[in-house]
C-alpha cells in the first residue's frame, strides 16, 4: 500500500484493501489560521495529517482521508490570513464524508484534530454520528484536557519555563513543525507571545477579544528556544499517548 492517504490510491487499490479487511478511516481536521509572525497558516493541518498518517500506520488496516484544512478558529480573525468556518458547514463536511466512506464498506472512523478549537464539535458530531449508524464506530482522539497536561509534563521534561509551551505557535508546536516541515518555520522572526498558566482569567478574555487579546502576535508560549530534536520527541509521545487512546476507545465500543 502507498502513502495511507486515500486521495493519493486508486480505486482499485481502495476497493482491494476494504476487501482485504481495511475499515477504518482517519478524519483529520487541522485550521488555516494565523501562527505568529513565525509559522506558516498551514501549521495545524500540516501536523493533523502527519498525526494521522501515523496513528494508521501503528493501528495497521487504517487509511487516511484528506485532511479537512480550516477549522473553528473565530479567535484568530483578527489577524489576517485566517480562515474560520461555520461549525455547520464543519459539521456537514464530516458527515458527507463519512456518507460517502459508509457506502464504499468503510466501517470505523477516527475523527482527530491538531486544533484545539476543533475539539468540542468533534466530540458532538462523534456522539451524533454514533446514534445515526448504530452498527459503526465513530471515536475522537486525545480529549483537549489530557493534551494539555502532556503538554505542561513535556514542558516540565525538556526543563522549560511553564507556559513556554502555551499551546499556540508555542516551543512544543514550533518545534514540531522543525521536525516535520521545516520549510514552514522562520525562526529569525519567532518571538514570545503571552507566557503563563492558562487560567480561568486569560481564557475568559481570549475567548471576549480573540487571541489579540492575549498576545498581540498571535502566539502562546515562547518558541524562541524551539528545535527540530526536540519536535521529535514531542511528535513521538503525543502520537504514543494519541495511539493508546484510540486503541482504547477502539476496543470499549
Ligand atoms: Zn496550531
Known amino acids: 500500500m502507498p502513502a495511507l492517504l486515500l486521495e493519493e490510491m ?6 482491494y484493501v476494504i476487501n482485504n479487511g481495511c475499515k477504518t478511516v482517519v478524519i483529520p481536521s487541522g485550521s488555516i489560521e494565523q501562527h505568529g509572525p513565525h509559522l506558516a ?5 500540516a501536523i493533523a495529517e502527519a498525526s494521522a498518517v501515523d496513528l494508521a500506520r501503528r493501528l495497521g488496516n487504517t487509511l ?12 484568530h480573525l483578527a489577524l489576517p490570513g485566517t480562515l474560520s468556518l461555520r461549525p455547520e458547514v464543519f459539521t ?11 457506502k464504499h464498506g468503510f466501517e470505523n472512523f477516527i475523527l482527530i484534530s491538531s486544533h484545539g478549537g476543533n475539539f468540542n464539535i468533534l466530540e458532538e458530531i462523534t456522539s451524533s454520528l454514533n446514534n445515526k449508524y448504530p452498527n459503526n464506530k465513530f471515536i475522537t482522539g486525545l480529549p483537549l484536557q489530557e493534551l494539555l497536561e502532556l503538554l505542561s509534563g513535556m514542558e516540565e521534561e525538556e526543563n522549560m519555563p511553564e507556559g513556554t509551551c502555551g499551546g499556540h505557535a508555542c516551543e512544543y508546536e514550533t518545534s ?12 529569525e522572526k519567532a518571538r514570545k507571545g503571552y507566557v503563563g498558566r492558562p487560567t480561568r482569567e486569560i481564557l475568559d478574555r481570549m475567548h471576549e477579544g480573540g487571541i489579540i487579546a492575549v498576545s498581540n502576535i498571535g502566539v502562546l508560549g515562547n518558541p524562541e528556544q524551539a528545535s527540530a530534536e526536540r519536535g521529535k520527541r514531542y511528535f513521538e509521545k503525543e502520537q504514543e499517548a494519541l495511539y493508546k ?9
Open 10 to 15: 486508486t480505486w482499485p487499490e481502495i476497493e
Open 41 to 45: 497558516q498551514v501549521a495545524d493541518t
Open 64 to 75: 487516511v482521508a484528506p485532511v479537512i484544512r480550516p477549522g473553528l478558529s473565530d479567535h
Open 92 to 102: 456537514g463536511i464530516i458527515e458527507d464524508y463519512v456518507a460517502c466512506y459508509i
Open 176 to 187: 514540531v513543525m522543525l521536525h516535520l516541515f521545516p520549510k514552514h518555520v522562520r525562526m
Open 245 to 253: 487512546t484510540v486503541k482504547k476507545k477502539l476496543n470499549n465500543m
